[in-house]
């Protein structure tokens, strides 16, 4: 009971920041709404006892996507963007296939049961995720830090000034 | 009422849909990177969701949410460049003005 309670919570504040995410028309406001809903997202994986998974959210998501999308936007464009048009003139076929591709994803997921599976997950994730990332998922865990050295190298080339 | 997968996967399902209409329909290409930021975060709340209630034996699901969060991190700073670098040529970060391949 409690459980349900907090999760309705959580996903009134994810789905209520959301949408000022995608429907404000200045920009600077869009990404700082970013934050709460980021916020509700990494208190859903503690209701689904990921705890890790969560800090993670909120250090990678909230400590370094926001910042850096708050960076561009103060470089980027003159002021916050409400002088700007924000929407192009597709709003009416975007909401009709947002509205189209929630209602098929509902109906699936209301109409399919999924039997649980077999075991319990341990009492603390973390331990555990080390040791699969070490074990059976090596390949992901090397081919992932692979990529994100060849990003980092990526962006500081694009965004260098050239001479 | 228990709380089980369907909420998770309902929500998720919202969210998803509101980061496709943030990228189909924003201008700014710093908002529609924002949108694709909300659909990566839907996929990661299935992820987690599945690995507890259908397969809470082994934590493949959690893995993958991590990696998810990885990937997102390169595809904000190498996406974030490129709208520098475009800016910095087109004076512009509009995506319907950035046209020049266009014929």
């Known amino acids: 009971m409690g459980q349900l309670a907090a999760f309705i919570i959580l996903s009134i504040v994810t789905l209520a920041s959301a949408v000022v995410v995608v429907g404000s028309k200045n920009i600077v406001r869009s990404a700082l709404s970013l934050i709460p809903t980021l916020l509700g997202i990494a208190g859903l994986y503690i209701l689904l006892h990921a705890e890790y998974v969560a800090g993670i959210q909120v250090l990678i998501y909230i400590g370094a996507i926001t910042v850096l999308i708050l960076f561009v936007i103060m470089l980027t464009e003159q002021g916050t963007g409400a002088r700007f048009r924000q929407v192009n003139e597709q709003v009416l076929a975007g909401v009709l296939a947002a509205a189209v591709l929630a209602v098929l994803l509902m109906a699936v997921f209301f109409g399919t049961t999924w039997a649980p599976g077999p075991g319990a997950l341990p009492q603390y994730t973390a331990p555990a995720i080390g040791s699969t990332f070490l074990s059976s998922a090596i390949l992901i865990f090397i081919v992932t830090s692979f990529v994100l050295l060849v990003a980092l190298m990526g962006a500081i080339v694009i965004a260098r000034r050239e001479r | ?103």
């Open chain 2, 1 to 103: 009422m228990q709380l089980g997968l369907t909420h998770f996967l309902i929500l998720s399902a919202l969210l998803f849909s509101l980061g496709l209409f943030a990228v189909l329909t924003r201008r700014n290409v710093v908002a529609i990177l924002m949108g694709i930021e909300l659909m990566l975060n839907a996929a990661n709340i299935n992820l987690v969701a599945f690995n507890k209630y259908v397969a809470p034996a082994a934590l493949d699901g959690q893995v993958f949410a991590l990696v998810v969060i990885t990937l997102a991190a390169c595809e904000a700073g190498v996406g974030l460049a490129l709208v520098m670098s475009a800016y910095r040529h087109l004076e512009t970060v509009h995506a319907d003005e950035i046209n020049i391949m266009k014929w």
